[in-house]
């Protein structure tokens, strides 16, 4: 790129940072045959499900791109310490329904891009493609291994070490509207909207005490929607407010799933006010 170019994207460049608390909650399921103390193969699925780090740190970058608005962010939240599970379910020949696994605690850490570009505007709403990253790290703690039966009912705990790990990488694409309203000359609201058909997850499991040198890995497809409403005061060249959102994705397939809940409560400042 020119250096010339270089020079006015600089200058066109606002910077925003956010701190924002979420309440989430993501799973994968899996279906596959699988035995357990069978000799043969039995229907089977794996579950997991996990609550993300509440508090997340983010950056956003808005420009203009060969003539057209857009917008880059990233966030991260620290590691910590959050609940998750890993359930395998059995279907016995017999009739048994067998489950295996934990639910307890992990340690989470996590990593999220997003990039939209504008493609045009009707009425007051501007439309932008979008694209999103996610990438989600948990090593489960020591806990107990929970087995339990149906015929005969029973529930067996075992104190267990063996390590876990879990690594989720979610790409989303899609379609935004959002729409900004000047209630007078310092305060504006913004709502916005959007879907995403394509939404890829995919699950990477390590065991390194039970299948050394071995990653499982797993993907899902789903739809993906999120709502987004800020309202923000701008003076003396800066820019300030809170935007609540949400967002979730649904599986095309039960047998193949990876959903998502979350709600935020984001507290941005930046320049770019007037």
């Known amino acids: 790129m020119p250096l010339v170019a270089v020079a006015l994207l600089a200058q066109s460049i606002s910077v925003s940072a956010a701190v924002a608390p979420r309440v989430e909650q993501f799973r994968y399921r899996f279906d596959n045959p699988s035995s357990f103390g069978t000799a043969a193969l039995v229907p089977h699925f794996f579950e997991q499900r996990y609550d993300a780090v509440p508090v997340w740190f983010s950056a956003e970058a808005r420009y203009r791109l060969g003539g057209s608005a857009a917008a880059t962010s990233a966030a991260i939240s620290l590691r910590g310490r959050t609940h998750g599970s890993d359930i395998d379910t059995f279907f016995q020949p017999s009739g048994d329904v067998a489950t295996s696994g934990t639910n307890g605690d992990v340690m989470l850490r996590s990593l999220e891009l997003r990039q939209r570009i504008a493609v045009g ?85 390590q065991l390194p005490d039970k299948y050394p040198g071995v990653d499982l890995i797993f993907t899902a497809l789903s739809a993906g929607a999120t709502a987004r409403v800020s309202v923000e005061r701008r003076a003396h060249g800066w820019r300030a407010g809170v935007a609540v959102s949400g967002e979730g994705a649904w599986a095309y397939r039960p047998s193949s799933a990876y959903a998502l809940r979350g709600v935020s409560i984001a507290v941005f400042a930046g320049p770019g006010g007037r």
Not at 129 to 155: E, K
Request: proline residues 5%; hydrophobic residues 40%; without cysteine.
């Open 121 to 205: 505007a009707t009425r007051g709403w501007l439309w932008a493609l979008t694209m999103g990253y996610r990438h989600d790290r948990a090593d489960f703690l020591p806990d107990d291994r929970i087995v339990t039966h149906t015929t005969p009912p029973s529930v067996v705990r075992t104190f267990i070490t063996d390590r876990e790990t879990a690594i989720s990488q979610a790409m989303t694409f899609g379609v935004e509207a959002t729409r900004e309203r000047a209630l007078n000359d310092r305060w504006h609201v913004t709502i916005g909207a959007g879907v995403q058909p394509l939404v890829r997850g995919r699950l990477l499991v």
